[in-house]
């Protein structure tokens, strides 16, 4: 009677397991795995203030501005809605939420009604830059305050920054001084030729110095406005705004 042997027997081949599927890309929203797009934190439209202000060692040197910490994939109509600067990603109670900024109109209001302080996907941003995030958050506020430059009824005293090309080692200039309404609108309305963004502060001054200057307003208050690097532009006027995943 054959005695069974004391070694187990190899297989003369090992069965193929295939690798792993890659994981679905879902939006960091909604969740959802359909009509996926990488939307960007701060817009490819910004890649010279993303490079003067070094932004790139928050990220990959080697994709620059389109680096994987400054995308984030979002289902499409969200992601309209994202680069039209309606509502932003804030942290709150310890997690990044939903924060709508303004409601222009009925659908927006709608919008707002369902997503505002709605959490981002659990872990969906830990890959993400969070100097991203609020670049994109400060980019969206300065666009809020267009019209506060733009259709002025009263001059602005405002500060520039502009680039200097005789003196590399202090590449920026800021210039100030007081501007007229009508020339605000020309400047820095959707029909002029200049669209920085800009952030004010309105900062009060005694009523005898404002008037000695012809600028007080009718609260009278004097608004300083600082017009920094940052553009108007929205990244959905890009052409790889609509980039799938």
Request: charged share 20%; hydrophobic share 35%; glycine share 4%.
């Amino acid at each position: 009677m054959p005695t069974a042997s004391a070694t187990s027997t190899i297989p003369s081949t090992i069965p193929f397991v295939p690798p792993p599927r890659p994981t679905q890309p879902r939006c960091i929203l909604s969740n959802n795995p359909y009509s996926i797009q990488k939307a960007h934190l701060v817009p490819s439209a910004q890649r010279t203030w993303f490079q003067a202000n070094s932004m790139i060692h928050y990220g990959n040197d080697r994709q620059f501005v389109h680096n994987d910490h400054n995308m984030v994939p979002m289902r499409q109509d969200l992601h309209t809605v994202w680069d039209s600067h309606l509502f932003a990603l804030v942290p709150k109670r310890g997690s990044f939420v939903v924060h709508v900024l303004t409601i222009p109109d009925t659908a927006i209001s709608e919008f707002a009604t369902e997503w505002h302080n709605r959490p981002v996907q659990e872990g969906a941003l830990d890959n993400t830059g969070k100097a991203y995030l609020l670049a994109k958050f400060a980019q969206a506020v300065f666009v809020l305050l267009r019209p506060f430059i733009a259709y002025s009824a009263v001059p602005r005293f405002i500060v520039t920054l502009e680039t200097r090309a005789d003196d590399p080692r202090h590449p920026y200039e800021a210039k100030e001084g007081w501007v007229p309404a009508f020339s605000l609108s020309e400047m820095y309305s959707a029909r002029g030729s200049r669209n920085p963004s800009a952030s004010a502060d309105s900062r009060k001054r005694p009523r005898s110095q404002a008037s000695a200057h012809g600028d007080e307003d009718e609260e009278g208050k004097w608004s300083k406005v600082y017009v920094c690097g940052m553009s108007w532009t929205s990244e959905s006027e890009e052409d790889d705004s609509g980039s799938n995943w």
